[in-house]
Structures are given as structure tokens and as C-alpha cells.
């Protein structure tokens, strides 16, 4: 499976930004995608994370009631919706996919490469 990432970029303080995570190759259904980040100088942190139903949302507490994350199975994508996006959000988000309890700690198999998002006051 590889992951595709892409919607990242330059946005202000307050302003919204959407990411998209396109997986291809021997795609499944059944597996749950999500999203983590990397600042600078910082782990890699857990974000969001969506089950393959998409009835099961995760969030960290740093981003809930910000980040909204979704999925179209249909079109092998899911989606972060980032509102109110704050200048400590400003890091490198990477997707993920994999069965929902290797994902949330991190331990996917499959990682996309990764698109910048920066957030200016």
C-alpha cells in the first residue's frame, strides 16, 4: 500500500486547511487511516484517526473541535479538515494506515511522506 499526502502549505493564524491521503496498491477496506505530525525539534505526535467504517473517530486533545477527520472509501482517500488552526499546529502531517490499534500507538505498517503545514500569526 502507499499513502499519498497532499494539502499542505502556508495558512495564518485562525485560518482553515484541508489534508487528503490517497492510498493505492493493494488497498483494503477494513483498515483504519489517520494522521500524525512532527514539529520541529519534536516526536512524532498523534493527531487524528478515522476507523474503516468511519463511524470511529479519534482525536487527540490538542486538536479536538479544530480537526475533523473523514474518509470515501470509494475513493480509497481520507480527509483532515483543520479549522482555527493555531501557530503551534505548524509541523509535517503524515498519514497512515493500519488496523486501528497498531495505528493510534503508531506502529502502522504503511506512512505516506509526509506534507508541511505552517501556520503564521
Known amino acids: 500500500v502507499q499513502l499519498q499526502a497532499s494539502g499542505g502549505g502556508l495558512v495564518q493564524a485562525r485560518g482553515s486547511r484541508r489534508l487528503s491521503c490517497t492510498a493505492s496498491g493493494r488497498t483494503r477496506s477494513n483498515y483504519a487511516m489517520g494522521w500524525f505530525r512532527q514539529a520541529p525539534g519534536k516526536e512524532r505526535e498523534f493527531v487524528a484517526a478515522?476507523?474503516?467504517?468511519?463511524?470511529?473517530?479519534y482525536y487527540a486533545d490538542s486538536v479536538k473541535g479544530r480537526f475533523t477527520i473523514s474518509r470515501e472509501n470509494a475513493k480509497n482517500t481520507a480527509y483532515l479538515q483543520m479549522n482555527n488552526l493555531k501557530v503551534e499546529d505548524t509541523a509535517i502531517y503524515y498519514c497512515?494506515?493500519?488496523?486501528?490499534?497498531?495505528?493510534?500507538?503508531?506502529?502502522?505498517?504503511?506512512w505516506g511522506q509526509g506534507t508541511q503545514v505552517t501556520v503564521s500569526s
Open positions: 478515522i476507523g474503516w467504517g468511519g463511524s470511529n473517530t
Open positions: 497512515t494506515a493500519d488496523y486501528i490499534g497498531s495505528l493510534r500507538l503508531g506502529a502502522s505498517q504503511w
